[in-house]
């Protein structure tokens, strides 16, 4: 299932490393605190523990939500000035 | 339907602003990037075309994501040191 996953991490050193957390899961930046992608329940947990572990006792953050196709399809942009990522075409 | 909107917005005043925008539209903070509530398909055209005319020719990514209350249950937080705001639960 399609997956958003947000996060609010006042340390730039944390912050970084949960990003690259969620680029190795195959998730697409698509703002900068923003990532997209695929992921199954099992994967869904285990992103969130990595994480857990990565961000240890400093302030975090983390909201994942699983995103049916239907609902995907609804979903709107607005981009001012070339900013943003692009977003991937969601894979089957 | 609860929509999920999330921006990236350098220009803190411009950003200021548009925060301003969401909550003036009921949705609540749960992230300081990323609001959620409930809006209609009139209510989501609207709201982002007040966000357009807000920002104008500045840099600007905004994203709003329509999510059914079956995805919403299925939503997962990790919040560390009290970090994040309280979501509230959707409305009826």
């Known amino acids: 299932m399609q997956c958003l996953l947000v996060y609010d991490i006042p340390e730039d050193k944390i912050r970084s490393k949960v990003a690259d957390i969620c680029l190795d899961y195959g998730l697409a930046r698509i703002q ?10 099992n994967r869904q947990e285990e992103i969130l523990q990595k994480i857990r572990r990565r961000v240890g006792k ?4 983390v909201q994942l939500f699983p995103i049916c196709e ?3 399809g609804l979903r ?3 981009s001012v000035g070339g900013y943003g990522f692009s977003v991937p075409s969601p894979q089957p």
Chains 1, 2 share one sequence.
Do not use: T
């Open 32 to 41: 900068y605190s923003a990532f997209l992608g695929e992921m199954n329940h």
């Open 58 to 61: 400093h302030a975090a953050n």
């Open 70 to 72: 239907k609902d995907l």
């Open 76 to 78: 709107k942009e607005l």
